[in-house]
């Protein structure tokens, strides 16, 4: 008998702890769990995990398991347990109490992958017989975790497209109720885990084997197993001769599924990146930038998504989201065609599926067009790390508001349940009709405040085809607000009126200024979409000014009678003024080398915006002032460098915190929304030191950042660490100028740099955490060998080192202290860092953070001169050949400061 929980254990769920969720997942172990078929998949994602956290590849966490430890000289602060094991006693695993002693010592923490895997080989010892006590210990365990907040991702193994073993199989189906309701996020895996030997040989088996061997009578065919098990495939594959190398055919299909693994892996971390997201409040600032102004989602109608693949490199580049409309696909089709492909079975006729297999496919479906998006991507803002994962507004759209899905009582339900599908496969953007069933609504809203935080709930009416007034249609805009829980309104009007065109952007308006009454001032002040469909709704769609769906120029058909490609709107955003050409500059005296201006025009080509950036060179800011640019129409804002950030302060009307504080402006604003221009200086700088600073730590518990100079840049840099929970030490050649650093932001100077002083600051202050160096690039710093043997010695981890400096691109401080062991961030990182910070206050939107970083790294790889190059000038195998080598000297033991 297997082991089958009833509704009553179920029942047992902590929902009290779910409420903590969110506090408590920053600091809890990521939890993998389900069921691996023959590509062992969770044991593979749970060092994909790793390698994301550590930093380092899997052929370098492969050898450091092959070291002593204190040998490599690499911490790497996070591993994976397995809580199973066999010993001379026999079979072991961990009960509850033992994970919460770990958790309480210390001993775990949210760098580290606990790995529960229902088909592990220890499960199928001495026949099995072990397998009904550990399957039930594996599940009191995953309950456990759940209700302790540990982040749990269900990685759902299609069983036979995985070649599952018979009895995992068996579990597989058994348990998955279980799996599914001790887990917070999902994603599916079918066949991306397979071998390369396995995929040839099933492939083989499927084509007929008659096409086999071609060129060989009857008389020469090879006698071959016939059934479809995994353990028969390599004695296929040697008997088919599959040779990768002799066929061109069998070598794409290699290489596509390494891609199609590469994919599955960066799935699961885009994932958790999201899921350990801060919980994003309604009327937070930053929901304007996801929701951004001249900002557009793409409407994909695909009964599958993937006969999109040949219009993806068209309008992905075009859009800056997708929107996947579940009720659009047809889910048996999905599953024929995915059998033709993977089993050889042609089943066109069946539409009569188990829910388990249309919820799997549904779920990869969604995982499927992120992935086949990602080459294409270059408007996708930054997930940490991750550059390439375009943003997905998961809809459910019912029949009688423009949509397919059944909108009875049981339609609803499983609306609501495909709703829940959406939050666990970890979408950007849920779009909840506000007509349906409040409880169900809030109950679904109420899982997603405390689960699935760092996803925006867009509320969403149609009227089809019927007519409303203004005060319908202003309650309409009021509904979808979901009693103040949506992050974002979307409201699509129905009208045979040409003068009609503008009621949606007319009502949204009024409904904003009510909602603001009702809720305050940020919480109600949230982004709306309003739009009219048809021909004569057309202008609606160019007045509607954030996230705006389209359709696309190379599509087949449109998803809405009136739709308009992203490039149609803002043609006519343009010439009407509603998006009118700005122009930006760059405020410095010498400098003509500013990588800024490149940086910038790219980004706004990608996002389709009119503007330009240019360069403003004066040896005084009164010079600038006299030009007339600061009171243009056309004057969108500004960069400033050296030696203006202080100069430039008494010529603006207001200075934000963060710029008081340090004393200088580096970001120019301009406010023409009220009767008279205000402009506002920023500063951007401490955020670039911030954010990759942030990303390389692996706790914010305090401790010290050590900030070597006492400049301009020393002082963002001090204001940085104070919002990284750190003391800052400092030590400049001048005492008396970091002394005024520790008088305006708090901390110590050091008169030396010496095994003494730092002793003592460790002892008092606790661990070196970052090191920022704002010295020049030709003073060629570095630390002495006793930094590292001793004061370095009894740290947890080896700090963060930051270098100001974008050229040289690898300086002696970086080099020295990478080869030590610590992770490092180069000033190129924090120069496109500011520089998106720039972007995104001057046009409210997500910046393509991609572009300006290549733009920035072009600009500062170091070029390699070919003997055989008469111009001199740097070619794109030149870039590549830097890159290579780079990664050669480390980069790969430093992937997050190359994000």
């Known amino acids: 008998m297997g082991v089958r929980r009833t509704s009553a254990r179920k029942g047992e769920k902590n929902t009290n702890l779910c409420m903590s969720f969110q506090q408590e997942k920053a600091t809890r172990p990521t939890v993998l769990v389900g069921v691996s078929g023959a590509g062992k998949e969770l044991s593979r994602l749970a060092n994909s995990v790793i390698e994301m956290t550590s930093g380092l590849t899997s052929a370098e966490l492969s050898l450091l398991q092959t070291q002593p430890d204190g040998d490599n000289g690499v911490d790497i602060g996070c591993g994976v347990l397995e ?43 001495e026949e099995g017989k072990f397998s009904e006590s550990f399957e039930e210990k594996y599940l009191d365990l995953l309950e456990h975790l759940y209700n302790i907040n540990c982040p749990v991702v269900f990685v759902n193994v299609h069983p036979e497209a995985s070649f599952m073993s018979p009895r995992s199989a068996a579990t597989a189906k058994r348990i998955e109720e279980d799996l599914i309701e001790f887990s917070h996020y999902e994603i599916a895996v079918y066949d991306e ?44 594959t040697n008997a088919l001769e599959l040779n990768p190398e002799d066929s061109p055919e069998n070598a794409a299909k290699i290489d596509q599924q390494i891609k199609n693994w590469n994919d599955v892996e960066w799935d699961l971390k885009r994932l958790l990146k999201l899921a350990r997201r801060p919980a994003r409040a309604v009327g937070d600032a930053m929901n304007k930038l996801d929701f951004g102004v001249d900002a557009f989602f793409l409407s994909l109608t695909f009964p599958d998504v993937r006969l999109s693949k040949e219009y993806l490199p068209n309008f992905t580049p075009d859009n800056d989201a997708m929107e996947f409309r579940a009720d659009l696909i047809n889910i048996a089709e999905v599953i024929n065609r995915e059998k033709v492909s993977a089993e050889g ?11 388990s297999e249309k919820r799997f496919h549904m779920l990869r479906q969604a995982g499927l ?89 867009l509320g969403s009416h149609h009227v089809v085809p019927d007519e409303v007034d203004d005060q319908e249609a202003i309650q309409l805009f009021k509904n979808c607000a979901l009693d103040g829980r ?81 490039n149609e709107i803002m043609k006519r955003r343009v010439a009407e003024g509603i998006t009118p050409k700005k122009e930006y500059t760059i405020l410095g005296h010498n400098i003509a080398y500013s990588v800024s201006p490149e940086m910038h025009n790219s980004a706004f080509a990608t996002c389709g915006l009119p503007h330009e950036y240019g360069r403003s060179d004066h040896e005084t800011v009164g010079e600038f002032v006299e030009t007339g640019i600061l009171s243009r129409p056309s004057f969108g804002g500004a960069s400033v460098t050296i030696p203006h950030k202080q100069n430039i302060m008494p ?24 009767d008279e221009r205000v402009l506002t200086g920023d500063n951007t700088d401490w955020i670039g030191i911030y954010e990759p600073v942030k990303r390389c730590l692996r706790s914010d518990e305090g401790g010290v950042a050590l900030i070597l100079g006492a400049g301009g840049t020393a002082r963002a840099a001090a204001y940085a660490a104070k919002k990284l929970n750190l003391i800052p030490i400092y030590y400049n050649r001048t005492p008396a100028k970091a002394q005024e650093l520790a008088d305006s ?23 070196i955490r970052a090191v920022i160096s704002t010295l020049p690039a030709a003073a060629e710093f570095e630390f002495d060998e006793w930094f590292f043997t001793k004061t370095l010695k009894e740290s947890s981890s080896k700090p963060v080192v930051l270098d100001v400096n974008y050229k040289p691109y690898n300086t002696p401080l970086l080099i020295q ?44 790889f170091p070029k390699i001169e070919e003997e055989d190059d008469d111009d001199g000038s740097e070619s794109d195998d030149d870039v590549v050949a830097v890159l290579k080598q780079d990664k050669v000297v480390g980069e790969a033991a430093n992937a997050t400061q190359t994000a």
């Not at 061997?213 to 004695?235: A, H, I």
């Not at 849920?430 to 405390?450: F, G, N, Q």
């Not at 949204?508 to 002040?525: F, M, S, T, V």
């Not at 932001?745 to 661990?767: D, K, N, R, Y």
Request: hydrophobic share 35%.
């Open 745 to 767: 932001f708090g901390g110590e100077v050091l008169s030396e740099i010496s095994e003494e002083a730092l002793e003592s600051v460790v002892q008092e202050h606790g661990e």
């Open 83 to 125: 809580p199973v094991g066999k010993d001379e006693m026999g079979l072991w695993t961990y009960d509850t109490e033992i994970f919460d002693e770990l958790l309480e010592e210390g001993k775990i923490g949210e760098s580290d992958v606990i790995l529960l895997d229902f088909g592990n080989d220890y499960f199928d010892l």
């Open 651 to 674: 010529h603006l009307q207001k200075i934000t915190d963060s710029a008081k504080e340090i004393g200088a402006v580096n970001t120019i604003l301009v406010d023409d929304s009220g």
């Open 369 to 457: 067009i992120r992935r086949m998006c990602r080459p294409y991507a270059t408007r996708a803002p930054a997930l940490e790390t991750i550059l390439d994962a375009i943003p997905l507004v998961y809809t459910v759209r019912t029949a009688h508001q423009a949509g397919t899905w059944s909108d009875d009582k049981e339609g609803i339900e499983k609306m609501f349940e495909l709703l829940m599908l959406g939050l666990r496969s970890g979408v950007e953007v849920l779009d909840v009709e506000s007509a349906w069933d409040k409880d169900l609504t809030k109950e679904l809203l109420d899982e997603a405040e405390e689960i699935y935080g760092s996803t925006m709930i």
């Open 486 to 566: 949506a992050h974002g309104l979307k409201v699509v009007l129905s009208t045979s009126k040409p003068e009609n065109a503008s009621q949606a952007e007319r009502c949204r308006k009024i409904a904003i200024a009510q909602l603001k009454e009702e809720y305050g001032a940020q919480k109600g002040d949230i982004p709306a979409i309003g739009l009219v469909l048809g021909e004569t709704g057309q202008e609606s769609r160019v007045l509607n000014r954030h996230y705006t769906p389209v359709t696309h120029e190379s599509l087949p058909f449109v998803a809405a009678p009136g739709q308009l490609s992203s």
């Open 817 to 860: 202290c990478q080869a030590k062991g610590c992770r490092i961030v180069r000033g190129s990182e924090m120069l496109w860092e500011q520089g998106v910070q720039q972007f995104e206050r001057w046009v409210e939107r997500r910046a393509p953070y991609k572009v300006m970083k290549d733009v920035v790294l072009k600009n500062c």
């Open 193 to 236: 885990g397979l071998s390369s030997p396995t995929i040839l040989a099933r492939d083989a088996l499927n084509s007929g084997i008659d096409n086999i061997k071609s060129g060989e009578d009857s008389s020469n065919k090879k006698t071959l197993p016939t059934n479809r098990n995994v353990d028969s495939f390599d004695d296929i």
């Open 345 to 355: 079975v042609i089943d066109v006729n069946s539409a009569e599926y188990s829910d």
